[in-house]
């Protein structure tokens, strides 16, 4: 018999380099609720507090990079998966979504794949450390201290005090919290209106996303690249027409999912997974193509704005289009651009299905 290993989480803290924290980052059990915050989910690796510095240290010197020098705390997400499989969690994640997981390896492994599927959900139907981090970040923005339900307008006052980051499995972990949040709402009493409405007050911007892009339950905005293989493990029409047309995907902008992507973001082509390009200095050592500049300002203007937002004490969240524009990114443009390219691909894809029911 198989022993179960359960999961977990925790958060680490930038705080100023000293003896007590010679890599500038300390353990945090707690994200204060009055306080401006923004957390990263970095990608499945993101096992040990120096891997998840390195993420908030990221966010943090692009705040400095921007005037943002205080008002605002940092925090990352460190793993510990136990017996879970994080590639087996997307897999399930998709199929909920409604996509079909590629099946391209033998009918063996198939079964096998969907045993431990079954095994893993069976342990721990949420994961553990979803469930943690949502107990951390989330569920004392929507509960008062005596563990009853806040109204509306407190619940959302505290949630544009923190925003999320997300990379790679990062978006997995905050689709699955949003998920988990969704179903605790319900059991606290909420209106199901009043769950939506809630929800999409929490800011999330995520770069190379692998978690399901539409029907997301926070306001989230999505950055990618064309080419990033990573992204391709379900049957979507749409990722690989993308994929195979990467050449002519100029920076775009698609509502659907709010996703903006542009063919070719990195010089190097085994980069277009990678996220620094957030920082300006990046550009210098990781050379950034004309398309991937668009795309990464894009993606720092929603992170700069947003952060500034929650500073502010906005009572509402900007739109797409005010997050993201500045520099040299115009939000009309690449929703042109998008719409246009949408057609071109929607065409493509009429004829080949023509083209192989002809052939039938």
């Given at each position: 018999?198989?022993?179960?290993?359960?999961?977990?989480?925790?958060?680490?803290k930038r705080v100023p380099r000293s003896p007590d924290a010679p890599y500038a980052c300390i353990d945090a059990d707690h994200v204060p609720t009055d306080t401006p915050?923004?957390?990263?989910?970095?990608?499945?690796?993101?096992?040990?507090?120096?891997?998840?510095?390195?993420?908030?240290?990221?966010?943090?010197?692009?705040?400095?990079?921007?005037?943002?020098?205080?008002?605002?705390?940092?925090?990352?997400?460190?793993?510990?998966?136990?017996?879970?499989?994080?590639?087996?969690?997307?897999?399930?994640?998709?199929?909920?979504?409604?996509?079909?997981?590629?099946?391209?390896?033998?009918?063996?492994?198939?079964?096998?794949?969907?045993?431990?599927?079954?095994?893993?959900?069976?342990?721990?139907?949420?994961?553990?450390?979803?469930?943690?981090?949502?107990?951390?970040?989330?569920?004392?923005?929507?509960?008062?201290?005596?563990?009853?339900?806040?109204?509306?307008?407190?619940?959302?006052?505290?949630?544009?005090?923190?925003?999320?980051?997300?990379?790679?499995?990062?978006?997995?972990?905050?689709?699955?919290?949003?998920?988990?949040?969704?179903?605790?709402?319900?059991?606290?009493?909420?209106?199901?209106?009043?769950?939506?409405?809630?929800?999409?007050?929490?800011l999330v911007i995520q770069h190379s996303p692998i978690a399901p892009l539409d029907n997301q339950y926070f306001t989230t905005l999505s950055f990618a690249s064309a080419?990033?293989?990573?992204?391709?493990?379900?049957?979507?029409?749409?990722?690989?027409?993308?994929?195979?047309?990467?050449?002519?995907?100029?920076?775009?902008?698609?509502?659907?999912?709010?996703?903006?992507?542009?063919?070719?973001?990195?010089?190097?082509?085994?980069?277009?997974?990678?996220?620094?390009?957030?920082?300006?200095?990046?550009?210098?050592?990781?050379?950034?193509?004309?398309?991937?500049?668009?795309?990464?300002?894009?993606?720092?203007?929603?992170?700069?704005?947003?952060?500034?937002?929650?500073?502010?004490?906005?009572?509402?969240?900007?739109?797409?289009?005010?997050?993201?524009?500045?520099?040299?990114?115009?939000?009309?443009?690449?929703?042109?651009?998008?719409?246009?390219?949408?057609?071109?691909?929607?065409?493509?894809?009429?004829?080949?299905?023509?083209?192989?029911?002809?052939?039938?």
């Open positions: 018999m198989t022993i179960h290993i359960p999961s977990g989480a925790k958060l680490i915050a923004i957390v990263a989910f970095g990608g499945e690796l993101t096992r040990t507090p120096r891997d998840a510095n390195s993420y908030a240290n990221l966010l943090q010197r692009l705040a400095e990079e921007n005037k943002i020098l205080n008002g605002i705390d940092f925090y990352s997400v460190v793993y510990d998966f136990g017996s879970r499989t994080p590639g087996l969690e997307r897999a399930e994640q998709f199929r909920i979504a409604g996509r079909r997981v590629v099946n391209d390896i033998h009918p063996l492994l198939q079964q096998e794949r969907n045993d431990a599927i079954r095994a893993m959900n069976r342990n721990e139907p949420t994961a553990n450390y979803v469930v943690q981090l949502y107990n951390i970040l989330l569920r004392p923005r929507i509960v008062s201290e005596y563990d009853m339900k806040t109204n509306i307008f407190q619940t959302v006052e505290k949630l544009h005090r923190i925003m999320f980051y997300a990379h790679c499995h990062g978006a997995s972990t905050i689709w699955q919290m949003g998920r988990y949040m969704h179903a605790d709402m319900i059991q606290m009493g909420f209106a199901p209106r009043d769950i939506r409405r809630i929800q999409q007050e929490l080419e990033d293989t990573m992204m391709q493990n379900h049957n979507n029409m749409f990722a690989r027409w993308m994929d195979e047309n990467s050449s002519d995907v100029i920076p775009a902008y698609f509502a659907h999912g709010n996703l903006f992507v542009a063919g070719h973001l990195n010089e190097m082509s085994f980069q277009e997974h990678d996220h620094s390009g957030i920082l300006y200095s990046a550009d210098t050592s990781w050379p950034l193509t004309h398309d991937g500049r668009v795309i990464f300002t894009a993606e720092r203007n929603a992170l700069v704005h947003g952060m500034k937002n929650m500073i502010a004490g906005a009572p509402d969240l900007p739109s797409v289009a005010k997050l993201v524009n500045g520099d040299i990114v115009d939000f009309n443009q690449l929703q042109e651009n998008g719409e246009r390219l949408y057609k071109i691909m929607l065409g493509d894809l009429r004829r080949q299905n023509s083209r192989r029911d002809h052939q039938k």
